[in-house]
């Protein structure tokens, strides 16, 4: 399995968490995509300044080839995942809270 399929799982499974298995909804309100916009640029950054050094170097052959900020576009669908999921959990677990 290469990177991209990697990163288009990783969508898969996190909208099917938030959407069936902890029914969270995070995907379908405007405050999801609100964060997604306020983190973006800082993962753009960060992806640039990790490629430029050389700190991660990505293998051609395991990308689509695009890149944005230096970094592979499946950067962006792992990221737009990770902050998907971190959210929906957070939610989820809030929610079964007992009150104190």
Do not use: C, H
Request: hydrophobic fraction near 55%.
């Amino acid at each position: 399995m290469i990177y991209s399929d990697i990163a288009l799982n990783a969508i898969l499974v996190a909208a099917l968490l938030d959407l069936f298995v902890m029914r969270t909804q995070m995907v379908t309100r405007g405050i999801y995509w609100l964060t997604y916009a306020l983190i973006l640029p800082f993962q753009l950054l960060t992806n640039w300044w990790l490629t430029s050094k050389n700190i991660v170097i990505y293998s051609s052959s395991q990308i689509i080839g695009r890149r944005l900020a230096g970094a592979p576009i499946e950067d962006l669908l792992f990221g737009f995942s990770l902050i998907l999921l971190t959210l929906s959990l957070w939610e989820f677990f809030i929610k079964r809270k007992p009150n104190d």
